[in-house]
């Protein structure tokens, strides 16, 4: 079997996320909007589902729309935000390494007249909060989409800081915490962001299914209109069997914060780390060390190019990605390295190794040697 080292990516699904799922594809298949007692029970489904996604990160059920992926999430937070600012020639802010899910809609914004402005990240990949500050007009309405964690690097932004200065301005703030939820504290009644993004698939759920976190009072212009589900929010017929895994998922990534599940990967992480420090030079860890997520070590092999690593690492057993997965293979340094100044070198030479609830000890040192041995091989022109 093959070492999965590739979690950032995607998960596997959680067993008893599927369990809980499976009735809903049979005997439970029944549409949550039909008027008998047993599609009430699925509706009630849905309901539970909701209050367990709304638990993990604080918020009220009622905030939470459930979508089709975190994709989709980003789009409704920031489609809806642009019309509300755009009778008035507002102002966009995000930081220059958010994913390619938030990058692309405000993109579109700035083509059609919005001004949009990137705000940069210092080299251990954290937002630079003085730009981001100087970067806010209270004179224009605007909003600032910035992520919560980051997928390549892991590294955590100061969330608190940015919602601080977006709320003193007097704008809205939405957050991709994709890669955050799940594996940190992400908690809405802490941190008063107004739309937050959430993906199912990176944390044991299936892919394809996501919600997004509206709060209380924010107005909201919904994406996709019909037959008013979602409170009218995000209509279409439920996708039931994944919303009760993505409920499911929630309710054991909130237990695995509680009893020491996710310290757990934060060791295993580390103790890849400090092995591969140990048995090879030319190795740099990159991102912040203190505020990162638990399972996400990001570190550049010196002398050695990914495009060579990779293949070399599969063909061992090993499947992990360089920089972020939707990168691979596209022959650009990545976004988020170039920020952080790295040369085109370090960012070519790095490997994101991102663990899971699921990895074991064993798999850890097995991949410790896989990599020391494949590095030297390339290196050695082998
Ligand atoms: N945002 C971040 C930070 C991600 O890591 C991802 C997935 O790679 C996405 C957005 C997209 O989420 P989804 O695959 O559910 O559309």
Same mark, same amino acid.
């Given at each position: 079997m093959a070492i999965y080292l590739d979690s950032n990516a995607t998960t596997r699904v959680h067993p008893l996320a599927v369990e809980a799922m499976l009735p809903y594809f049979g005997d439970r298949c029944h549409n949550p909007s039909s008027g008998y007692g047993a599609a009430k029970a699925v509706k009630q489904a849905i309901q539970t589902a909701r209050e367990q996604v709304a638990s993990l990160i604080g918020a009220k059920p009622s905030e939470i729309v459930f979508t089709g992926c975190g994709t989709e999430s980003n789009n409704m937070a920031i489609k809806s935000l642009a019309r509300e600012i755009g009778r008035q020639r507002g102002k966009v802010v995000v930081s220059e390494i958010e994913h390619s899910a938030v990058l692309r809609p405000v993109e579109a914004m700035a083509a059609v007249g919005f001004e949009v402005e990137k705000v940069g990240v210092d080299a251990e990949g954290r937002l630079d909060l003085e730009r981001f500050r100087a970067a806010l007009d209270p004179a224009r309405p605007g909003f600032v989409s910035v992520m919560w964690a980051n997928n390549e690097t892991g590294v955590v932004q100061p969330m608190t800081e940015v919602c601080e200065a977006a709320k003193a301005a007097g704008w809205h703030i939405h957050t991709d915490a994709i890669q955050a939820v799940g594996k940190v504290p992400v908690r809405v009644d802490e941190v008063r962001v107004d739309f937050l993004s959430i993906s199912g698939h990176k944390f044991h759920a299936p892919k394809g299914v996501g919600a997004l976190y509206i709060r209380e009072g924010t107005p909201f212009e919904p994406m996709v209109r019909g037959g008013g589900q979602e409170a009218g929010r995000r209509s279409g017929t439920e996708n039931v069997p994944y919303l009760v895994a993505l409920g499911r998922a929630a309710a054991l990534m909130e237990e695995a914060e509680?009893?020491?599940?996710?310290?757990? %990967?934060?060791?295993?992480?580390? *103790?890849?780390?400090?092995?591969?420090?140990?048995?090879?030079?030319? %190795?740099?860890?990159?991102?912040? *060390?203190?505020?990162?997520?638990?399972? %996400?070590?990001? %570190?550049?092999?010196?002398?050695c190019a990914a495009a060579e690593l990779l293949p070399a690492l599969d063909a061992a057993g090993l499947q992990c990605s360089a920089g972020s997965a939707c990168m691979t293979g596209k022959g650009r340094p990545s976004h988020v390295q170039k920020a952080m100044g790295y040369s085109d070198e370090r960012a070519f030479s790095s490997l994101r190794l991102s663990l899971s609830i699921f990895t074991s000890e064993e798999e850890i040192d097995e991949a410790v040697e896989v990599i020391a041995d494949v590095v030297e091989r390339v290196r050695g022109g082998r």
């Open positions: 509680r009893d020491g599940t996710l310290a757990r %990967v934060a060791r295993l992480r580390d *103790r890849l780390e400090s092995a591969l420090g140990e048995l090879l030079d030319q %190795v740099e860890f990159n991102g912040s *060390r203190e505020y990162r997520t638990p399972n %996400v070590a990001h %570190v550049s092999f010196g002398g």
